[in-house]
């Protein structure tokens, strides 16, 4: 079929439909999808940082309490969906491995307290180290909830951990400046 061409010289394009309905795409829809791919590859750039800052991985350090006793110290939000959103501490005892009754508490609350007489409870959230209703808690973590805390240490000092045990003693470790600043961060964060 021959087309007749317009008094500009141009050969005037065929109806979008018809050019569908022959297996052809109309010119149109080339420049609707490339509008789209341009917004998608827009949305990646904008939200890549964001998705990225949520999967950051948790701050950790490892520290000793009195007895000698190595503990590993994380601060993170809490991932998992099955539970509540927050900030989390949680505290795991490395080798050697703690006697019996010398491994963390599961239910009772985490004493922080600071060089400026500060003082703070924390909810033992340890339940949520594994997923509901599976499983047993490992006997040598124990996690508290930092979300709530109507102020956070200060900066600027060391903060002592009054880990509670199973057998009902204490241990205490002592965060230095890092891992205090970290931990104030994190609270303000939310």
Do not use: C, K
Request: proline residues 12%; hydrophobic residues 45%; without cysteine.
């Amino acid at each position: 079929m021959l087309r007749e061409r317009d008094q500009s010289g141009s050969t005037p394009m065929a109806d979008p439909q018809q050019a569908v309905a022959r297996g052809g795409t109309p010119r149109r829809r080339r420049g609707g999808r490339a509008l789209v791919v341009v917004a998608v590859l827009l949305m990646a750039v904008v939200f890549w940082p964001a998705a990225l800052g949520a999967a950051e991985p948790p701050a950790r350090w490892t520290l000793s309490d009195g007895q000698g006793q190595r503990w590993a110290v994380s601060l993170f939000h809490q991932p998992d969906p099955a539970y509540p959103d927050g900030a989390r501490l949680r505290l795991t005892a490395l080798a050697p491995a703690p006697q019996p009754g010398q491994a963390p508490s599961h239910s009772a609350a985490l004493e922080l307290r600071d060089a400026f007489a500060g003082r703070w409870s924390l909810p033992n959230r340890s339940q949520e180290l594994v997923p509901p209703d599976s499983g047993t808690i490992p006997a040598g973590s124990a996690q508290f909830a930092l979300d709530g805390l109507a102020r956070a240490p200060r900066d600027g000092g060391p903060v002592r951990l009054e880990i509670p045990l199973a057998s009902g003693a204490t241990a205490i470790v002592v965060l230095g400046p890092a891992p205090t600043a970290a931990l104030v961060e994190l609270i303000a964060q939310g």
